[in-house]
C-alpha cells in the first residue's frame, strides 16, 4: 500500500504538493524538511544554474539532517524543479521564498495567486515585509499567510506565523498543520512590518555590526559577550552571517524605510561587506571566514 503523511486534520500530504518559489537558502530549507517528511515538492527560481546548485544543497542538508536525526527515517518524496512559474499551477500549497525585495515579492505573488486553482494557499516566507502589504496584489487575500521560519528550518523548530487582517481562520488552521506535518511548532502574530522576531533581531545585529565599525569592539568580543553575559546561543553577528548580509540589508531597508526607525538603517560595515560580496556563510565570507561556501 502507498504510504501516506495524514496529518491531524486528516490531509494526505503525499498526495499534497508544495510549490516553492525561489530556490536559495531558504527556498531549500523549505524544501528540504517538506521532502524529508514525505510531501513532494514543485521548486523554482529564475535559472537552471541556481536550481542545479539547489538540487546539490538539498541533497546535502537532507543527508546532514538524517546523520543528525532533524528529519525521519523515511523514504524522501520527489523534487521536481523548474524554470517555469506555470508549473505551479496543481499545487495544494506555494510558499514564496524570492528575495527581501517588496516589489518582487508582489509581483511573484500576483502571478502566483493567478495560476493557482482557487482553495490553494499562498505562504509569503518573508522577513519584514508585511502580509497585508502583499495582500493587495493577489487575487484571494484570504488565501495569504506569511510564515518566517528560521535558518537551517530543519534544525529550528519553530517557526513564527504572520495572520494578515485578511486571512482566513481556515487558512490559519491549515498552515499550522502544514507546519506540524512538516515538524515544525508555531506560535502566531498578528501583522506588523518585521514581525515579532526581526523587530528585536535586526536592530539588534545592525547595532553590533555599528559597534564594530566604530572600533568599539572586535566582532569576537562583541559575540562573545552576547553569547557569555546574555546567554544568546549565537551572537548577532553570527546571526547576521547566518541570515546572508545580502539578505538582512535588504530586511533591515525594509524596517528603515516603512518604519522610520534609525536603528534599522543598514551601517556602512554592513554595506560595504554586502558591496564586497561578503554576504556570510553562503558565500564563505562574512564577519567570520568559513574558508568554504556552506549554505
Ligand atoms: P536568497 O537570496 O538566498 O534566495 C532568493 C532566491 O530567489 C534566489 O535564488 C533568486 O534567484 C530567487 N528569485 C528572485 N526573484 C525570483 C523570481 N521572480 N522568481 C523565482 N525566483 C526568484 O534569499 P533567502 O535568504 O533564501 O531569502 C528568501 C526569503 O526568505 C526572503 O524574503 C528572506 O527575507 C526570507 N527569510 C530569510 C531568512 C534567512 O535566514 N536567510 C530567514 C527567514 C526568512
Redesign the pocket.
Known amino acids: 500500500a502507498r504510504r501516506t503523511v495524514r496529518s491531524t486534520m486528516g490531509t494526505d500530504y503525499t498526495a499534497h504538493r508544495l510549490a516553492v518559489?525561489?530556490?536559495?537558502?531558504?527556498?531549500?530549507?523549505i524544501s528540504t524538511l517538506a521532502l524529508g517528511h514525505g510531501v513532494p515538492v514543485t521548486l523554482?527560481?529564475?535559472?537552471d544554474a541556481?536550481l542545479a546548485q539547489?538540487r546539490t544543497t538539498i541533497r546535502q542538508k537532507l543527508r546532514h539532517a538524517a546523520l543528525v536525526g532533524a528529519l525521519p527515517d523515511r523514504p524522501q518524496a520527489e523534487l521536481t524543479t523548474t524554470?517555469s512559474?506555470a508549473d505551479i499551477a496543481d499545487a495544494t500549497s506555494v510558499v514564496?521564498?524570492?528575495?527581501?525585495?517588496a516589489e518582487?515579492?508582489y509581483?511573484?505573488l500576483a502571478?502566483a495567486s493567478s495560476l493557482v486553482r482557487p482553495g490553494t494557499t499562498l505562504i509569503?516566507?518573508?522577513?519584514?515585509?508585511s502580509i497585508d502589504e502583499m495582500a493587495a496584489h493577489v487575487a484571494r487575500p484570504e488565501e495569504l499567510v506569511g510564515t518566517?521560519?528560521?535558518?537551517p528550518?530543519y534544525m529550528i523548530k519553530m517557526v513564527e506565523v504572520i495572520r494578515g487582517s485578511a486571512t482566513s481562520d481556515a487558512v490559519l488552521a491549515g498552515v499550522g498543520d502544514l507546519l506540524t506535518v512538516l515538524g515544525r511548532q508555531s506560535l502566531v502574530i498578528n501583522d506588523s512590518t518585521g514581525f515579532v522576531i526581526n523587530r528585536l533581531l535586526h536592530p539588534l545585529i545592525n547595532t553590533a555590526a555599528m559597534l564594530v565599525q566604530e572600533g568599539v569592539a572586535s566582532v569576537e568580543v562583541v559575540d562573545g559577550l552576547l553569547e557569555g553575559c546574555l546567554g544568546h546561543a549565537t551572537g548577532p553577528l553570527r546571526t547576521g552571517d547566518?541570515?546572508?548580509l545580502?539578505?538582512?540589508v535588504?530586511?533591515l531597508q525594509v524596517l528603515y524605510e516603512r518604519r522610520g526607525d534609525e536603528s534599522c538603517k543598514p551601517c556602512d560595515l554592513l554595506l560595504e561587506k554586502v558591496r564586497e560580496g561578503h554576504h556570510g556563510r553562503?558565500t564563505g565570507r562574512g564577519f567570520y571566514d568559513y574558508g568554504k561556501v556552506a549554505s
Open positions: 518559489i525561489g530556490a536559495g537558502v531558504m527556498g531549500t530549507n523554482v527560481d529564475l535559472d541556481v539547489a524554470t512559474l514564496e521564498a524570492v528575495v527581501e525585495i518582487t515579492k509581483k511573484v502571478e509569503s516566507n518573508t522577513s519584514c515585509i518566517h521560519f528560521m535558518n528550518s547566518l541570515i546572508g545580502d539578505n538582512l535588504d530586511s553562503k
